[in-house]
């Protein structure tokens, strides 16, 4: 049994990228096929064993929270057939905190520090929709940091790693957050799950701005790191990038196409378009 129970999952970001839907919709609730885009990170941590599920949200996202605590277990996957949304609300607490002001991704999680209460905790970003549970890969070696091998022109989309082998095992020796892929340290960039003991808030509450003018949980990290050996484990599954416009249409896409009931004619669809 994991020592891990609480997962914060931040949803407090701008949507810049998805103006102007994101004006009247939280990017979070734009939907990945038949369920919303942030369901798939909730699932993940529901299905890996966390009793407390902690939103950090922005002032005007509280329809993010109520669709999360309205939530019933059979929007959920198979898997959950069984469970009713009363057992799923007595297995998991849903709460939320409030980030007043988008000052980043580091400053997001500093916001779930009371709620965290000095317990080791994930963190599950819902832009990344990874199809094999990738915060199960952490639990037996948390601190961690999941990892995938990324192409040269999209390194400058991610935090990428310094990886060290050593005892058998990956460690990350040190972070870069959004360089350019020549100065990239490693192919190795950070997928949005993450486990961390409760020291991580010191790092985060002493750390300077940094890309962007913001609060980088990257950078954080960098520092944590020194005091606190964190591995890396490598995703090799499938996984899109929901952050994006064109990333949530293809995660979209593959989730029709799989799907028993309506694959067959989305299919025939698309092959029509594709021939315009
Ligand atoms: C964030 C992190 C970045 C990480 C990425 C994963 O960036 O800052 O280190 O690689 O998530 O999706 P964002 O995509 O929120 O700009």
Same mark, same amino acid.
């Given at each position: 049994?994991?020592?891990?129970?609480?997962?914060?999952i931040p949803v407090?970001?701008?949507?810049?990228?998805?103006?102007?839907?994101?004006?009247? /919709?939280?990017?979070? &609730? #734009?939907?990945?096929?038949?369920?919303?885009?942030?369901?798939?990170? %909730? @699932?993940?941590?529901?299905?890996?064993?966390?009793? $407390?599920?902690? %939103?950090?949200?922005?002032?005007?996202?509280?329809?993010?929270?109520?669709? %999360?605590?309205?939530?019933?277990?059979?929007? &959920?996957?198979?898997?959950?057939?069984?469970?009713?949304?009363?057992?799923?609300? @007595?297995?998991?607490?849903v709460h939320a905190?409030?980030?007043?002001? !988008?000052?980043?991704?580091?400053?997001?999680?500093?916001?779930?520090?009371?709620?965290?209460?000095?317990? !080791?905790?994930?963190?599950?970003?819902?832009? $990344?929709?990874?199809?094999?549970?990738?915060?199960?890969?952490?639990?037996?070696?948390?601190?961690?940091?999941?990892?995938?091998?990324?192409?040269? @022109?999209?390194?400058?989309?991610?935090?990428?790693?310094?990886?060290? $082998?050593?005892?058998? +095992?990956?460690?990350?020796?040190?972070? /870069?957050?959004?360089?350019?892929?020549?100065? +990239? !340290?490693?192919?190795?960039? /950070?997928?949005?799950?993450?486990?961390?003991?409760?020291?991580?808030?010191?790092?985060?509450?002493?750390?300077?701005?940094?890309?962007?003018?913001?609060?980088?949980?990257?950078? +954080?990290?960098?520092?944590?790191?020194?005091?606190?050996?964190?591995?890396? /484990?490598?995703?090799?599954g499938v996984r899109?990038?929901?952050?994006? !416009?064109?990333?949530?249409?293809?995660?979209?896409?593959?989730?029709?196409?799989?799907?028993?009931?309506?694959?067959?004619? #989305?299919?025939? *669809?698309? *092959?029509?378009?594709?021939?315009?």
């Amino acid at each position: 049994m994991s020592t891990l129970k609480v997962a914060v999952i931040p949803v407090a970001g701008r949507g810049t990228r998805w103006m102007p839907i994101s004006r009247s /919709v939280p990017k979070e &609730l #734009l939907p990945v096929w038949r369920r919303t885009s942030a369901s798939y990170a %909730f @699932e993940e941590a529901v299905s890996a064993g966390f009793e $407390e599920i902690i %939103f950090v949200i922005s002032p005007d996202k509280h329809d993010v929270l109520e669709h %999360f605590l309205r939530f019933d277990a059979s929007d &959920l996957g198979p898997d959950y057939s069984g469970l009713s949304w009363s057992k799923l609300h @007595e297995r998991v607490r849903v709460h939320a905190c409030i980030q007043e002001k !988008p000052r980043g991704l580091g400053h997001a999680i500093l916001c779930a520090e009371h709620d965290v209460a000095g317990r !080791p905790f994930a963190v599950l970003l819902p832009d $990344e929709v990874l199809m094999d549970n990738g915060i199960s890969m952490l639990l037996d070696c948390s601190p961690a940091v999941l990892l995938m091998d990324v192409p040269f @022109e999209q390194r400058a989309n991610y935090g990428i790693v310094v990886p060290e $082998e050593r005892d058998g +095992a990956l460690w990350i020796r040190d972070l /870069v957050e959004k360089p350019k892929p020549e100065d +990239a !340290p490693s192919s190795l960039a /950070v997928t949005g799950r993450y486990t961390f003991t409760p020291e991580i808030f010191e790092c985060l509450r002493t750390q300077a701005p940094g890309l962007a003018g913001e609060i980088q949980l990257t950078d +954080a990290m960098r520092r944590y790191t020194a005091a606190h050996p964190l591995r890396g /484990v490598i995703y090799r599954g499938v996984r899109h990038d929901v952050g994006q !416009p064109s990333g949530l249409l293809t995660a979209s896409l593959d989730f029709g196409l799989r799907d028993p009931e309506y694959g067959d004619s #989305l299919r025939a *669809a698309v *092959a029509e378009l594709l021939k315009k």
